[in-house]
């Protein structure tokens, strides 16, 4: 069909693997619907897939990073990588988490995808920050180490307790455990603040143990 050949050039023009519907139809004039008929005509043959409602990839032979999709998935509102994932990203942990978690102000919502899905937590206002954008070659969002940890343990506080069960942290520098403790102190809510501190200072008294075992065996 002739819209799928069109389609097709303006994916390439794109010189990106993850697009939009959205985006091809403004690219190329074409309503969403007419736009919609000719990706689910090439995912039927295997030239894109379909990611999510309106994203989609192109099938190449090269691997898709999960966090390519953040941009698409999240236009009207600001999220950031942080919690398990970042602390995996950061090599803090070494377990692979099995979805990839956000920190946001709104409510908590999962997202499936095809290739992965996406647990966003909600955040006080008060606490969303600390975060900068990604050093590697995906551009997101993503917390500082220090304050991955500390959003952590805020979950940990609301009865979310594998948020703060931990087999084995890497807390070696560039970590900074005065910057991590900082962090913890300024949850919002006194009670949970507490409740956060004293089981930042088990993990951290846990993890100087094991240091200690490290070196004089």
């Keep these: 069909m002739q819209e799928s050949r069109i389609t097709i050039e303006y994916i390439k023009m794109l010189k990106r693997p993850v697009f939009t519907t959205r985006e091809i139809s403004d690219m190329s004039g074409k309503?969403?619907?007419?736009?919609?008929?000719?990706?689910?005509?090439?995912?039927?043959?295997?030239?894109?897939?379909?990611?999510?409602?309106g994203v989609w990839m192109e099938v190449t032979d090269k691997l898709i990073s999960p966090y390519m999709l953040l941009p698409h998935l999240f236009k009207s509102t600001r999220v950031y990588v942080s919690f398990l994932s970042a602390l995996h990203l950061y090599d803090i942990i070494e377990q692979i988490p099995q979805t990839i978690?956000?920190?946001?102000?709104?409510?908590?919502?999962?997202?499936?995808?095809?290739?992965?899905?996406?647990?966003?937590?909600?955040?006080?206002?008060?606490f969303f920050s600390g975060f900068d954008w990604y050093k590697g070659a995906d551009k997101f969002l993503i917390a500082k180490p220090e304050k991955a940890l500390a959003d952590c343990l805020y979950l940990f506080t609301r009865k979310k307790k594998q948020y703060g069960y931990f087999p084995e942290l890497n807390l070696r520098s560039p970590f900074s455990i005065k910057k991590a403790r900082e962090w913890v102190q300024k949850i919002p809510d006194k009670k949970a603040r507490l409740h956060a501190m004293d089981k930042f200072e088990e993990l951290i008294g846990k993890w100087q143990e094991r240091q200690r075992e490290e070196v004089f065996g």
Aim: glycine share 2%; proline share 2%; aromatic share 6%.
């Design 31 to 53: 309503s969403m619907s007419v736009v919609t008929q000719a990706l689910n005509y090439l995912g039927k043959h295997n030239v894109v897939k379909k990611l999510y409602r």
């Design 101 to 126: 978690t956000l920190a946001s102000t709104l409510h908590s919502r999962n997202i499936k995808t095809t290739i992965s899905t996406f647990v966003v937590h909600q955040l006080s206002p008060e």
